[in-house]
């Protein structure tokens, strides 16, 4: 008995220490990872790429080597393979060459590589074969196309060959005084040093990184001709130098109108400023706090083959025929996105202005994600920078636009529904359905989803109502021009004009709202367009006033806001309070009207409050943000008063208008 006994103490304390040290393979969310990095600097005779300037003369030598760096990523049946090259651009055929290179050793995916290029500009050429390419890049060359997508596959397999068990921490850093907007210095951005990196489960060593920035690599200029990676080469060679000599992996972003800045750190030495500036984006990584970043949930990849615009090349006042600028850039191409449980990756195949970059990150948060975006990735359109800088010929960033003035909301258009396709678990967009209720007779709204989700639900609650609102609102301008026919014309000429000229100021998550209440209600677009053009076509006269201190009781802040309106229109009769709730926006109050998506007064989560007084200014204009979405920005994005300054600044405005901002949370308030 005893011997029996015994035997099953063994085998039980076997099992338990079996248990204990059971393989990180046996648990179904360990997240394995495989690094490599591999030299691609091409033969001394190639030409840089960059630069037209340098008109595909040959290299000089090698200031610092040239990289392409892997990371794979396996969890379960899944594998994601990041390389990062240093390259000015990766296009089709290059991206076609490495994926069947690849393939000849180990089954891949399509929408399992993503494949970017840091974008320096002092990286190897002749490896494009399309007119533009050569231009700035020289002529193509067969041997070095097949060195650099051999070394770029070679990464690639190194990467998916070497795993071990990881864990993920993440970290970002305020890098707004390193960072300057070539295109125009006043457009805010929150310009971030972003990091994922993984440290081994075994003796918890760092692994791997990625690091995620916005800036072009240009502090070498065009005279360079040696090869090099600018300053992200600089970056990941020092954060590969630290005690781990983990592969780091630079993913440039939304950097077409970025550039990085020095300030008085700056010397005349190119070379000496790109090692500083790299070395001190190193340095604030390696100060920064990291903290634990789950990676469990599902996991999905997506790549998307996407018809594009028409071409449409400006050569100074000549207009090339989409005909023929179609032979010069792709009609279609890859966009992609990959889920990590909470963490989405778009990675997209351009140069992407800052602010559209960060509107494509916003349409990822309103879908509950952590979005990072990788520019300069699996293929090249050139520039996608705001509508509103489209005709500005004195702006390179515009010459080198080539899809026409929407490109800008083609592109979130596009990612939004990628962005849709990968939340799986999520519901339609149509299915939060809001609430309803009724004050003393005045509407009160509860919204909540992404703006579409909102503008949707609002519309759909308040159908009747939103109709016969703004039937009543043209019927009484009918009225006052008793011509028929033609003041029905003149009425929408003016609303219509008005609106051509606000629209290239209008943010797409703004259209977005707009358009859901236009289907949400069963009303034509065109009907909602012209109702948010009024409030710059006819201004109004309004009272404000903000409280406190000695003025209150008990020193509270008081902020109170009329609305003069006209009666006669009775758009009083329409009054609503909504209360909106987007992931990665402020939730607010919008103290307005249905069937209107601006904001006329209302009040956030912080405190912040807004209102305004109709004005006259001799520079009057309708090429600015409307004033009611200028408002709404203020709501949705400023935690206090310095922030909502900073947004009514720095933002091209359409006319004469006094605003009142409170900071409750502050007991202050200021008027512009």
Not at 4 to 29: H, I, Q, R
Not at 249 to 269: K, M, Q, V
Not at 289 to 308: A, C, N, Q, Y
Not at 476 to 494: A, C, D, G
Request: aromatic letters at 10%; proline letters at 5%.
């Amino acid at each position: 008995m005893r011997k029996v006994l015994f035997s099953l103490f063994l085998g039980v304390a076997l099992l338990v220490a079996g248990w204990a040290g059971a393989d990180p393979a046996e648990t179904e969310n360990t997240v394995w990872l495989g690094s490599a990095k591999v030299e691609i600097t091409p033969p001394a005779v190639t030409p840089l790429a960059g630069f037209g300037k340098r008109r595909g003369k040959p290299s000089a030598g090698v200031h610092d080597p040239l990289y392409a760096r892997a990371l794979a990523l396996t969890r379960g049946e899944k594998k994601i393979v990041f390389v990062s090259v240093d390259l000015v651009l990766i296009d089709e055929k290059l991206r076609d060459a490495v994926l069947k290179k690849i393939r000849r050793t180990s089954p891949l995916e399509n929408d399992s590589l993503v494949l970017f290029a840091t974008h320096t500009h002092s990286g190897a050429g002749a490896t494009g074969g399309r007119f533009w390419e050569r231009f700035i890049m020289g002529k193509f060359r067969r041997p070095v196309f097949e060195k650099i997508t051999s070394g770029i596959a070679q990464a690639a397999l190194e990467a998916l060959t070497k795993k071990i068990p990881v864990e993920a921490e993440h970290a970002q850093m305020p890098i707004e005084e390193w960072i300057e907007n070539r295109m125009d210095e006043k457009l805010p951005g929150a310009h971030r040093l972003r990091v994922l990196r993984f440290r081994s489960l075994e003796d918890k060593k760092i692994s791997g990184q990625l690091v995620f920035m916005a800036a072009h690599p240009t502090m070498l200029p065009a005279s360079n001709y040696a090869f090099s990676a600018d300053f992200p080469g600089v970056l990941t060679g020092e954060l590969e130098a630290g005690k781990d000599g983990a592969v780091a992996l630079f993913a440039n972003g939304a950097s077409a109108d970025l550039r990085p800045r020095l300030g008085d750190s700056g010397t005349e030495d190119r070379f000496k400023n790109m090692e500083t500036y790299g070395k001190l984006m190193a340095g604030k990584i390696a100060a920064a706090h990291f903290e634990p970043l789950d990676l469990s949930g599902p996991w999905e990849t997506r790549i998307e083959r996407v018809k594009l615009p028409r071409v449409k090349i400006r050569a100074g006042f000549l207009k090339i025929p989409s005909l023929v600028g179609g032979r010069f850039f792709p009609g279609s191409t890859w966009f992609q996105a990959l889920r990590l449980g909470n963490t989405l990756i778009l990675a997209l195949p351009a140069e992407i202005a800052s602010e559209t970059g960060s509107d494509i990150q916003d349409l990822a948060r309103a879908h509950a994600f952590n979005p990072f975006l990788i520019g300069y990735a699996n293929d090249y359109i050139a520039y996608v920078i705001p509508r509103r800088y489209y005709k500005d010929k004195s702006q390179y960033e515009s010459q080198a636009s080539f899809y026409g003035p929407k490109m800008d909301w083609f592109l979130q258009e596009k990612s939004l529904g990628l962005i849709r396709a990968i939340e799986k678990e999520a519901p339609p967009a149509t299915e939060k359905p809001g609430q309803l209720s009724y004050q003393d007779g005045l509407a009160v709204l509860k919204l909540e989803g992404d703006a579409y989700q909102v503008g949707f639900h609002e519309g759909r609650l308040l159908k009747n109502e939103i109709r016969a609102g703004i039937d009543s609102i043209f019927r009484y301008f009918k009225r006052e021009l008793p011509v028929p026919v033609l003041n029905t014309l003149l009425i929408h000429f003016s609303l219509d004009r008005a609106w051509r000229k606000m629209e290239p100021y209008v943010s797409y998550e703004e259209y977005l709202q707009m358009k859901g209440i236009s289907e949400g209600a069963g009303i034509s677009f065109k009907k909602i367009r012209r109702l948010h053009a009024m409030p710059e076509v006819y201004p109004t006269w309004c009272t404000n006033g903000a409280y406190w201190g000695k003025a209150t009781q008990g020193g509270r802040l008081v902020a109170i806001r009329n609305l003069d309106w006209n009666r006669k229109i009775k758009v009083h009769e329409r009054a609503a309070v909504k209360w909106i709730e987007t992931p990665g926006r402020r939730a607010y109050a919008n103290i307005g009207y249905y069937g209107f998506t601006g904001v006329l007064s209302g009040l956030n989560e912080n405190g912040v409050s807004v209102g305004q007084i109709g004005a006259v200014s001799k520079d009057e204009t309708m090429k600015g943000v409307p004033m009611p979405f200028l408002l709404k920005r203020v709501l949705s994005r400023a935690g206090n008063l310095e922030e909502a300054g900073a947004l009514l600044m720095n933002l091209k405005r359409t006319r004469g208008y006094n605003y009142l901002i409170t900071d409750a949370a502050n007991q202050t308030a200021r008027i512009f």
